[in-house]
C-alpha cells in the first residue's frame, strides 16, 4: 500500500473548507471526480486531498483508508436516493419505476463521471470487485427487495445487479445503439418488465 | 502506436509450428491468454509473437493490426458456435436456449480467460470498446436476431448485449452470489423469459 495513515500532526485546514461538513463533501466530490477519472488503482488519497483543498490526515479521519474512501464514493454512484420511494407506488409498474430511477441518477454529471471509474476499477482491483458487488447485494439492492416480501432476496438482488450493470455499462461505456441515446422513460419502459419480474416474479 | 507493421523481410518460422493453419491457431490461442491476462493496451503483438513461438511479421500478415487481431480474439470469446443452432427448436424456450449456450461457451477456460480480459480492456481503450460494440451488435447477436423475423433487431441486439455483458460482468469480475455459482442451466433457467421477452416480445 501507498497508502499514508494520518498520524502526526493534527489535520490541517487550508482554510478554503469552513467547517467539518463541507469538507467531508468536498473530499467526497474530490473522490468521484479522481476515482472517475484515474480509476481505483490510478487514483492516491494524497491527490484526493490535493483536489479537496484538505489535508491528507483529515481524509483518513473521516475514512479510515484509500478503501473506505472508495466505497463512499462507490456508494453515491450506486445508491439511489429516489429508490425506496419507488417501492410504494403501484407494485404492478415497480420495475420501470426502478429502472428509471437508476437512469435518472446515473444522469447526474458527477455521479456518471463516478459511475464510469467504478465499472473500470473493479476489472483491475479486488478489492474495488469486492466493494461493488457488496454494494450491490446488501448495499443497495437486496434491502430495497426485502422490503417487497418476496422470496429469494439475494438472488433476486444479483439478477437485477446484473441487469444494471450490463445496461450501465452497454450506455456508458460502449456507446452501443440505440441503448446509448434511449432517454431514461424510454429505457424504462423497453425494460420495466424484465425488472418487474426479477423484482416480484416467480423465479 | 507501438505496432511494428510486417514489412520487410518475410514471415519467419520457428520451425515449432508445421504450417499456417497451425501457425494461425497458435497466435490466436496466444492473443486469447495474453489480452486476457494483460488486457489491451498491456499486450503488445511481440508478446504475443513470442507466445506463439512466431515471427511477430507473421501476425501482421495474419490480421494486419493489433486491433485486428484484438476483434479476431475477442470474436472468439462473444462469438458462440452452438449459436445458430439454438435459432431452430421450439421457439418458446428460444431464451432459455440462447442463454445456456453462451453460459456453456463462457465456461471454456481459453473463452473464459480472453473474456474477463476483453471486458476490462473496454474500460481503458476506446478501441477495444469500439470492437465490443461492433461484435456484440453486427458481428454477434444481430444477425441471430435478424433471422427470427421480429422488428427492432438493432435495439434487441443491444438490449440482449446489456443483459449478456452484465452477466458475464456479476458473474466472473464480481463473483457476485448466487450468480457466481450457479450452473449454466439453472442461470438459464432463471434468465430465460428475460431473454425470451427481449429476443421475441414486444418491444
Known amino acids: 500500500m501507498s497508502e499514508q495513515r494520518g498520524e502526526g500532526p493534527a489535520p490541517k485546514q487550508t482554510g478554503r473548507r469552513p467547517g467539518p461538513v463541507s469538507s467531508y463533501q468536498a473530499v467526497l466530490a474530490a473522490a468521484r471526480r479522481e476515482f472517475g477519472t484515474h480509476g481505483y488503482q490510478g487514483t492516491t488519497t494524497r491527490g484526493i486531498a490535493t483536489a479537496a483543498g484538505v489535508d491528507t490526515a483529515l481524509i483518513h479521519h473521516f475514512f479510515l483508508t484509500k478503501d473506505g474512501l472508495f466505497e463512499a464514493a462507490v456508494g453515491q454512484a ?3 436516493d ?24 446515473w444522469a447526474q454529471p458527477e455521479v456518471n463521471d463516478c459511475l464510469r471509474g467504478v465499472l473500470r476499477s473493479v476489472h483491475t482491483s479486488a478489492l474495488a470487485a469486492d466493494a ?27 439478477l437485477v445487479g446484473a441487469q444494471l450493470v450490463g445496461l450501465a455499462t452497454v450506455r456508458y461505456v460502449y456507446r452501443l445503439e440505440p441503448v446509448a441515446s434511449l432517454d431514461p422513460q424510454q429505457a424504462a419502459v423497453l425494460l420495466g ?7 416480484v416474479g416467480r423465479l
Open 78 to 80: 450506486f445508491r439511489c
Open 82 to 105: 429516489d429508490l425506496p420511494a419507488q417501492i410504494d407506488g403501484d407494485r404492478a409498474q415497480l420495475g420501470e419505476r426502478l429502472v428509471a430511477a437508476f437512469l435518472r441518477h
Open 132 to 158: 461493488v458487488r457488496d454494494l450491490l447485494g446488501e448495499g443497495v439492492l437486496a434491502p430495497v427487495i426485502r422490503q417487497l416480501g418476496v422470496a429469494s432476496v439475494e438472488r433476486r438482488a444479483a
Open 193 to 199: 418488465e424484465v425488472f418487474q419480474r426479477l423484482l
